[in-house]
């Protein structure tokens, strides 16, 4: 069965970082496209950033980047959300998803996501 398991989520203050994690199983991260994605409250989900498995390509949404980075070990199946200089509009419920090829479109799988609060 295919699951993704989100954690690293917590409450910080405005220029502090944190470091989310994605578990997974059922299938080969490598293989797959894989994506973070974050939903602030009251809006809809917004896309963050990805990992294109077939070119090892990355992309990152303008909000943030330069201040998160995204990395995956093959060997364990994990995905990794390091952001950094964190701002308040960063607050959001952060997912990590699965894409049914190797292109970021096309999700079919998500994490539960952890909650990302930024507060002075």
């Known amino acids: 069965e295919v699951q993704l398991v989100d954690s690293g989520g917590g409450l910080v203050q405005p220029g502090g970082s944190l470091r989310l994690s994605c578990a997974t199983s059922g299938f080969t991260v490598s293989t797959y496209a894989m994506s973070w994605v974050r939903q602030a409250p009251g809006k809809g989900p917004e896309w963050v950033s990805h990992f294109n498995s077939v070119d090892g390509s990355t992309g990152y949404a303008v909000s943030v980047k330069g201040r998160f980075s995204m990395s995956r070990d093959n060997a364990k199946n994990t995905l990794y959300l390091q952001m950094t200089h964190l701002k308040p509009e960063d607050t959001a419920v952060y997912y990590c998803?699965?894409?049914?090829?190797?292109?970021?479109?096309?999700?079919?799988?998500w994490g539960q996501g952890t909650q990302v609060t930024v507060s002075s």
């Open positions: 998803a699965k894409a049914i090829g190797g292109h970021h479109h096309d999700l079919d799988y």
